[in-house]
């Protein structure tokens, strides 16, 4: 069985990017997040304690988002990386990071990274 934990549509302000004003003013940004926990001993005891607590996964995406970094690309790796780092059992996943308004003069409704594993 293939057991998922999400975190959907996380709006984070903070301040990514190589423009100096998106460092200055920041943006606003959207995360996803998908693991693949190993769960199923939940289903029997009705505990917290056997799962993976979906708000310990925005404290980590907030931590992580409130560290600036010129790429999103290395914000995702941060993510993935601090969540693996706290949750060992995790086999796999997906995190998506979005810009929801982006400095580019086109109409758009975000631009953004995804990676999965």
């Not at 993976?52 to 990386?81: C, F, T, W």
Request: proline letters at 7%; a negative charge; charged letters at 25%.
């Amino acid at each position: 069985m293939r057991c998922e934990i999400k975190v959907e549509g996380l709006v984070v302000h903070a301040f990514h990017g190589v423009m100096p004003q998106e460092r200055a003013v920041g943006n606003e940004f959207e995360v996803d997040v998908v693991v693949v926990y190993p769960f199923e001993p939940a289903f029997d005891s009705d505990s917290v304690d056997d799962t993976l607590n979906y708000a310990e996964i925005v404290r980590i995406v907030k931590d992580e988002m409130a560290r600036p970094s010129d790429l999103l690309e290395h914000v995702v790796g941060r993510i993935q990386a601090s969540l693996l780092r706290a949750f060992p059992l995790i086999s796999g996943g997906r995190i998506e990071l979005r810009k929801l308004t982006p400095p580019i003069p086109a109409a758009m409704r975000n631009v953004g990274v995804c990676i999965s594993w």
